[in-house]
């Protein structure tokens, strides 16, 4: 059987297209699949900035007050000369500096928030709180905010915790996914 050098030029052109067509293909690919891996990484990456630096840290400053504000007998009216200053000294060593270690947070990383109308609101609330606070202490008044109206944002806790938990589960199945990129 004799092969015609038309029939031989068609293969080597096919050959030839080929291969570059299965080149092009899998530089497609490869390029999809670092794109694909960049993406993630940049999703990772904005988590774990939301977690690290704002929902962890104000949650756990969230904890903390509450924490302070159950201690009622370190917070209490006295007549007792000691307890009214070990309460005062509570309020300022403890209540004092977690409220300005939760404001420096919520100013620095506010926009961690992430767009939620709802959260943002209430963490703009804490922050109208903490500063109604501080500035109540400047003043030499003992008063809690509330007695100019400014209470506490109760619904604050309750949504640090589940917008923390939200992103701690998105952050943990980002980990595991990563198996298929790596």
């Known amino acids: 059987m004799r092969t015609e050098p038309v029939d031989l030029i068609f293969?080597?052109?096919f050959g030839i297209v080929g291969f570059g067509l299965r080149v092009a293909f899998e530089s497609y690919n490869k390029h999809k699949n670092a794109t694909r891996l960049d993406a993630w990484?940049?999703?990772v990456k904005e988590?774990?900035?939301?977690?690290s630096l704002f929902f962890w840290p104000l949650f756990f400053r969230l904890k903390r007050g509450d924490e302070a504000w159950k201690s009622n007998n370190l917070r209490s009216d006295t007549d007792d000369p000691q307890r009214k200053q070990l309460?005062?000294?509570?309020?300022a060593v403890v209540i004092m500096e977690n409220h300005k270690e939760t404001k420096e947070i919520?100013?620095?990383y506010y926009y961690l928030a992430g767009g939620d109308k709802k959260l943002e609101q209430a963490i703009l609330?804490?922050?109208?709180h903490i500063d109604v606070y501080i500035s109540l202490r400047e003043a030499g008044l003992e008063h809690?905010?509330?007695w100019v109206g400014s209470g506490f944002p109760d619904e604050i806790v309750e949504l640090v915790e589940e917008r923390l938990y939200e992103h701690q589960a998105s952050y943990d199945q980002m980990l595991k996914d990563a198996k298929s990129f790596i």
């Open 87 to 91: 309460a005062d000294t509570f309020d």
């Open 41 to 43: 990484r940049i999703n």
């Open 11 to 13: 293969y080597v052109i």
């Open 47 to 51: 988590l774990e900035d939301r977690l």
């Open 125 to 128: 609330g804490l922050l109208h």
């Open 106 to 108: 919520i100013q620095k």
């Open 144 to 146: 809690d905010p509330i």
